[in-house]
Each structure stands twice: as structure tokens, then as C-alpha cells.
């Protein structure tokens, strides 16, 4: 390998290597996002089904895909609802909670921003529950690295149960808890 070649090699897997470890990214502002200060600690396990909602209340599946996020380490994806979080993945899993009945406000945001890169990095949706509904949605994280710099994005929309079932059964479920 010629010395052009290697400096190639070594700055792209430098740059491969940062993105996601930097300051946290401020989601203030949005009606359903919690405190940017709050971290969590995120473990996954193999997916569970059969999940159902709670008497009187909703379900909901936050799905998190991360298969257009060209680097690593993943991010960690806050779930806020209502102005709260109420737990966090990581990499490409789903967490799922119960919900009351009525309007609710749905936040994705990264737990740590992005180095370089312009883009989102949060993202919000709001939809109205009813007892015993259960809905899907996904957050899509794209980090693209193009030419000297990189684009990052975060989407959060409402998934089609069938294709959300697909999703869930192969993806790991994430249980999340607050870092002291």
C-alpha cells in the first residue's frame, strides 16, 4: 500500500471512528422531549412478542433503525413523551410503554451530538391514543459521510403495523435506565 493510500485508509477510519461522541445535542423547544441533560444506559436482549397494552391504556413500539448510520459507535436514541423520557435504544432495537388515552407528543433525540456533520439529530410526532391501540413508530438515524463532510439526520414517523411485526421480531427489545 502506497503512503496516499494509507493516509486515505487512516483518515477515513478516523473519521468513521468520532461522530458520535461529542456534546449533547439540545432537543428544547420540542412539546415531547424530556431534559437534555438526561443520559441512559441502554442493554439489549433478544425481542419479545405478544406484547399487550395495559387496561385502559395504548401501546406504543419506538423502533429504532439504524441501518443508513454509516459509523460507529451507534447512537443511543432518547424516547420522550409528553416532555418526559421514557427510555432510550440503542443501535437498531425498539423499547416499547404504555400510554393513557388521548394527544400525546412523541420526541427521538441522540443522546450525544454529532462532530461534524450538519443535519437532525431529533425529531417529534404527535398522535392520539385509544385504550387498547397499539402504535408503531420508527426513527430513522442516517449519518452519510460525503466528501469532506457528513450529513446526519433523524426522522420519527408512524410505521405500518405489519411491517413494524417484521421489524420487531428480528431486532432486539432495549431496556433502558437514567445515569446518576
Known amino acids: ?71 460507529y459507535p451507534k447512537p443511543t436514541t432518547r424516547a420522550g413523551l409528553d416532555g418526559k423520557w421514557v427510555g432510550a435504544t440503542h443501535g437498531s432495537s425498539y423499547l416499547t410503554f404504555s400510554v393513557d388515552p388521548g394527544v400525546h407528543h412523541l420526541c427521538s433525540s441522540w443522546q450525544l451530538g454529532v462532530i461534524l456533520g450538519k443535519g437532525h439529530q431529533t425529531a417529534a410526532a404527535h398522535f392520539t391514543a385509544e385504550a387498547g391501540g397499539v402504535y408503531y413508530f420508527e426513527v430513522k438515524n442516517t449519518f452519510i459521510l460525503a466528501e469532506s463532510s457528513a450529513i446526519t439526520d433523524v426522522t420519527l414517523k408512524p410505521l405500518d403495523s405489519d411491517e413494524a411485526r417484521l421489524l420487531v421480531n428480528k431486532l432486539p427489545l432495549s431496556v433502558s435506565r437514567r445515569k446518576d
Not at 444506559?41 to 448510520?69: C, M, T, W
Open 1 to 71: 500500500m502506497n503512503g496516499t493510500a494509507m493516509k486515505v485508509l487512516v483518515l477515513s477510519t478516523a473519521l468513521f471512528s468520532l461522530p458520535v461522541l461529542a456534546q449533547s445535542t439540545d432537543p428544547a423547544g420540542l412539546p415531547g422531549c424530556g431534559d437534555a441533560s438526561s443520559k441512559f444506559k441502554v442493554e439489549n436482549f433478544g425481542g419479545r412478542q405478544g406484547v399487550q397494552p395495559d387496561a385502559g391504556k395504548a401501546l406504543v413500539y419506538f423502533i429504532e433503525d439504524d441501518s443508513n448510520f454509516g459509523s
